[in-house]
Nanobody
Framework: QVQFVESGGGVVQPGTSLTLSCKVT????????IGWFRQAPGKEREGVSC????????LYADSVKGRFTIIRANAQNTVYLQMTNLKPEDTARYYC??????????????????????WGQGTPVTVAS
């Protein structure tokens, strides 16, 4: 069974940076696309970024383009989310996930996170002055 352990969240000021980590077990990372998602209080979970199995194709939500970068380290079974110029509206709990069974590409599963069955605990990010 695929499992995710997210880490790296914290409380930061606007304009600063943070890097989140997603440790993936139960699947060879080199064969799976991985998505980062977030859920703010009172809101639905939304896709933030996705990387295909090789890292050769990435997707970003419009709200984070130019500020966030998704990086995969297949040898370490870890996917990172580098976040810069953080804004208060980035405040949320951040999760990583993949399709079930794992999919090599960022396809329909990424756009419908409510249908995904396996989630980690997430890591909280708070951006405040």
């Amino acid at each position: 069974q695929v499992q995710f352990v997210e880490s790296g969240g914290g409380v930061v000021q606007p304009g600063t940076s943070l890097t989140l980590s997603c440790k993936v077990t139960g699947v060879r990372l080199g064969s799976a696309a991985i998505g980062w998602f977030r859920q703010a209080p009172g809101k639905e979970r939304e896709g933030v970024s996705c990387t295909n199995y090789s890292g050769g194709m990435t997707l970003y939500a419009d709200s984070v383009k130019g500020r966030f970068t998704i990086i995969r380290a297949n040898a370490q079974n870890t996917v990172y989310l580098q976040m810069t110029n953080l804004k208060p509206e980035d405040t949320a709990r951040y999760y990583c996930a993949t399709d079930d069974p794992p999919n090599m590409y960022c396809s329909n599963w990424y756009y419908a996170p409510g249908n995904l069955g396996h989630w980690g605990q997430g890591t909280p990010v708070t951006v405040a002055s």
